[in-house]
């Protein structure tokens, strides 16, 4: 295990602008037939500050059933208060505009925000996305798998709530943080992945990424 410790003006080379780190909370695996049912953002400057953070429950639809309640914990009942994606996207992409779109496993929960906002209609303003689990893979870190909870006990983050979106987020970040100070240790050049935000391309480029997952989420 190492005890690297985040460092307050990281400059890991390849980013000049800031962090969204995202995760979202589903009622199952495919962003066009399951939906968003939780989601958190926490925004961090270039430099490694904390910005700001933001959470919420999202209502699926009548009738929807809310999935594994067993993983996320979410009930029906829970969600029933809740907005759906359509009141909360606006929101969602302010926060992520303009900067770099970050989750562990991030390929799954781009998948859903995008499709989800592009159901909505609201078009989200990203260029790129970091994998806080590609980013261990390409650091060499001595890890038996690349779980968020192998990745966060390697940096000695603690888990508070496994699957809850707002602590995810929380440990995401911290594992980032982590991560841009090894690279920066190191010299290596993070690895961005473009998003293509075209309307007429989100599906193709969806089911892409998608089908490179190597293992469900639940």
């Known amino acids: 295990m190492t005890t690297t410790e985040p460092r307050g003006r990281s400059q890991a080379r ?5 962090y969204a780190v995202l995760d979202v909370e589903t009622t199952g695996l495919d962003p066009y037939r399951d ?6 953002i926490r925004q961090i400057s270039a430099d ?35 907005p759906p994606f359509r009141d909360v996207a606006a929101t969602i992409a302010e926060r ?10 991030a390929a799954f929960d781009w998948a859903f925000v995008a499709v989800e906002s592009d159901r909505a209609g609201v078009r989200l303003e990203v260029l790129e996305w970091l994998c806080t689990m590609r980013f261990a893979k390409a650091l060499a870190l001595e890890v038996p798998d ?57 599906k193709r480029t969806v089911r892409r990424w998608f089908s490179r997952l190597r293992r469900p989420r639940y």
């Open 14 to 18: 390849g980013n000049p602008r800031g």
């Open 35 to 40: 939906r968003v049912i939780q989601v958190a």
């Open 48 to 82: 490694g500050t904390a910005e700001s953070e933001w959470e919420s429950l999202v209502n699926p639809g009548a009738g929807v059933d809310p999935g594994p309640v067993e993983v996320h914990g979410l009930t029906s009942a829970d969600l029933a208060d809740a």
């Open 96 to 105: 992520l505009a303009g900067r770099v779109f970050v989750a562990h496993n």
């Open 146 to 202: 690349k779980s968020l909870a192998t990745i966060a006990a390697y940096y000695a983050v603690e888990q508070l709530r496994a699957h809850d979106a707002g602590d995810d987020t929380r440990v995401a970040a911290e594992i980032l943080l982590r991560e841009l100070a090894d690279a920066d240790r190191v010299g290596l050049t993070l690895p961005l992945v473009e998003c293509n935000g075209a309307r007429h391309r989100l």
